[in-house]
């Protein structure tokens, strides 16, 4: 099935930007996700790219992705402290079911002031 | 607004006790899935469900077992509680793809269960 990899920590500065990482191991997946956890809540879309895009942005945030690395980021610019929160990655998830998703670990994205 | 809710936000449960987590949505979807949360290790699907009385085992199946009796509601039982099930546990549902590959999941707020 589909592995999804991710750093588990990223410290940032108030107002630089933010790259969080993720390698994927399925290059089925018709999109890719990023969610967001805010503290003692459970997740919330942020964004997703459809797999046949290398990019995408929306406001603060860009989404590239390189298919050939099976590799996904995140770039968060202008950190705010309000984007303190865990980012998880996800694609299909091939284990069986149509519409499942694999996450990753998860990166808990820290701002220093 | 899709709306998710869970039965419980906190949770204390003995070893050894039948335990129901409840999770309910509004939105007409088909799919929806049981998530464990731990640190260090992500989410983890522990069930899902793509319609009524249908069920999926997902990753970590052993020790639960789930309930699909009505669209909206899924059900995830702990058989016999054991400590090692403490955990924060997170409901999503999802309508039917639509053929384009999108399948966004709408998670509910997630219920911590601990077993003592």
């Known amino acids: 099935g589909e592995d999804v990899e991710q750093s588990l920590f990223l410290s940032v500065r108030e107002g630089d930007s933010s790259v969080i990482n993720c390698t994927y191991t399925?290059?089925?997946?018709?999109?890719l996700y990023w969610y967001k956890q805010e503290p003692g809540a459970g997740l919330q879309l942020l964004t997703y790219?459809?797999?046949?895009?290398d990019m995408k942005q929306d406001q603060r945030l860009t989404v590239l992705l390189n298919k050939k690395d099976k590799h996904l980021s995140l770039r968060i610019a202008d950190t705010q402290t309000g984007d303190s929160a865990i980012y998880f990655c996800?694609?299909?998830?091939?284990?069986?079911?149509?519409?499942?998703?694999?996450f990753g670990k998860g990166t808990h994205l820290i701002i220093q002031p | 607004d899709v709306k998710v809710t869970q039965s419980s936000r906190y949770l204390v449960k003995r070893t050894g006790e039948k335990v129901f987590l409840e999770c309910v949505q509004d939105?007409?979807?088909?799919?929806m899935f049981w998530y464990r949360q731990d640190p260090g290790l992500g989410l983890r699907l522990i069930y899902f469900?793509?319609?009524?009385?249908?069920?999926e085992k997902g990753d970590i199946p052993e020790g639960y077992s789930v309930s699909r009796e009505k669209k909206e509601r899924f059900s995830l039982i702990l058989e016999s509680a054991s400590t090692n099930q403490t955990s924060m546990y997170l409901c999503?549902?999802?309508?039917?793809?639509?053929?384009?590959?999108?399948?966004?999941?709408?998670f509910g707020p997630g219920t911590r269960l601990t077993v003592t």
């Open positions: 399925d290059s089925s997946s018709t999109y």
């Open positions: 790219i459809f797999s046949n895009m």
């Open positions: 939105m007409d979807h088909e799919n």
């Open positions: 999503a549902s999802s309508p039917v793809e639509s053929g384009t590959g999108l399948s966004e999941q709408y």
């Open positions: 469900s793509y319609d009524v009385k249908m069920k």
């Open positions: 996800a694609g299909r998830h091939s284990g069986g079911g149509a519409d499942g998703l694999t």
